[in-house]
Structures are given as C-alpha cells and as structure tokens.
C-alpha cells in the first residue's frame, strides 16, 4: 500500500512539474504593432489627453472613466465639468487634474468605461 501511494505521489508530482515548466509562455510586452487572431498585423493609435478644463468628482482615486459615468449612489457624474458622453476622460485622485482622451467606441453606450470604488 505505501509503494502505491508513493507511486501516486510521485506520478503527480512529475505532471506538476512538466505542467510548470511548459515553455508555450507568451511575453507581453509594450509594442506598436498587434496581431489580431487572423494574423492581420494592426497599429495602435497614440492619443494625447489634451487639458481641457475638465474636472471630476473621483472620490480620492485617479479614474479613467467614460464623460457619460454616474456615481451609482448619487446618479451625480463623475466628470462633473466640460464633459461630452463619448469621450474617455483621465481623473487624477484629487479631481482638479483632468484631461480629455477623446471619442471611445465604447462610452456613452451599456459596458462602458466606468470604474466605481
């Protein structure tokens, strides 16, 4: 019976290991050109955010959020000035710091960048 359970332990312990050392990682690293699951190679776009006066109500945490997110507490926007529903907005932690991504495919619609803490 203990060779059993020996046999067992070991037989596992050998799968962890090859599980482990499975060298089919993928490296994420910082890059200009993706490609997509067809393999068609694609660039991303750099964007500025441009200061625009805006100003958020962030609660003490830096957000990026959608000019169309409300507090689900208080219904109050969180970009609380010079906001448009389809932009991307950058919110420092103390709300007076703000600039403007511009139009994101996905504000103003269900799904949206909205991050509540």
Known sequence: MRFATSLIISVLAIT?????????????????????????????????????????????????????CKHPDTKKYIVTRKRVRNHIYECSADGESCCDYGVADDCGKKGQRCLFV
Do not use: H, M, W
């Open 16 to 68: 962890a290991q090859a599980a482990v050392s499975n060298d089919d990682s993928i490296a994420i690293t910082p890059c200009e050109e993706l490609v997509d699951p067809q393999n068609q190679v694609f660039s991303l776009d750099k964007r500025d955010c441009v200061k625009t006066g805006c100003k958020c109500d962030t609660r003490g945490y830096q957000r990026r959020v959608c000019g169309a």
